[in-house]
């Protein structure tokens, strides 16, 4: 089984790429071939382009720089998007990924048929300052749950097994104990969800 876990955060050391490298470790305790994508180390470009706009268009390939993104992605039977959230909604740099590479011709075609991501597996990881308790209450994990598991991925890509989990109460620039504490816990929660997840998937 082949896990891949895409990230998005500027900051090498940050709490969000330690998420990702604890799902990443847990899939592997499970068995699975994990590999990490840190779209700022590679050098993604987030900004949909005239090629992007021709490529949906059928006049243009692919864009060269998303081809072997896209084949990263077919070839695994679990995908993790791991990011922060900003303003309430992914990052620029997640949201470039998603209109560039999760595309029609690829993740799902003009004439209805499954895509490449038909039956795959996904994870939300996201990362906020507010408590789940808090985006569920407000209306906020509502819309987040409609906007990329129910119409992105269940509508369009036909991917059913997706959900939406939750780092939350984190404090930007927090270094002290209680925080780490907290961060430890979830990150051993965060592993503990990737092994079971693989474990469960193998059976």
């Not at 084949?71 to 309430?88: E, G, N």
Request: one cysteine or more; charged letters at 20%; aromatic letters at 10%.
């Amino acid at each position: 089984m082949k896990v891949l876990v895409v990230t998005s955060n500027p900051e090498v050391g940050s709490l969000t790429n330690a998420v990702a490298q604890s799902f990443a470790d847990g899939a592997q305790t499970g068995g699975a071939k994990a590999e990490l994508l840190d779209l700022h180390a590679v050098g993604f470009n987030p900004v949909y382009s005239l090629r992007d706009r021709e490529h949906y268009l059928e006049q243009a390939p692919v864009p060269e720089d998303v081809v072997p993104i896209q084949a990263k992605l077919a070839a695994s039977d679990v995908i993790a998007l791991v990011f922060p959230i900003y303003w309430y909604t992914m990052p620029a740099m997640m949201k470039g990924f998603f209109d560039r590479v999760i595309c029609r011709g690829f993740a799902y075609r003009k004439d209805g048929l499954p895509g490449a991501l038909a039956g795959k597996t996904v994870r939300i990881l996201a990362l906020c300052g507010s408590t789940e308790d808090w985006y569920r209450s407000s209306g906020m994990d509502k819309a987040l749950q409609f906007q990329i598991c129910d119409r992105t991925f269940k509508h369009y890509c036909s991917v059913e097994d997706v959900s939406m989990h939750y780092i939350d109460g984190l404090s930007m620039g927090d270094n002290s104990q209680e925080a780490y504490d907290s961060a430890a816990r979830q990150l051993a929660q965060i592993a503990v969800m990737g092994e079971s997840l693989v474990r469960r998937k193998a059976l």
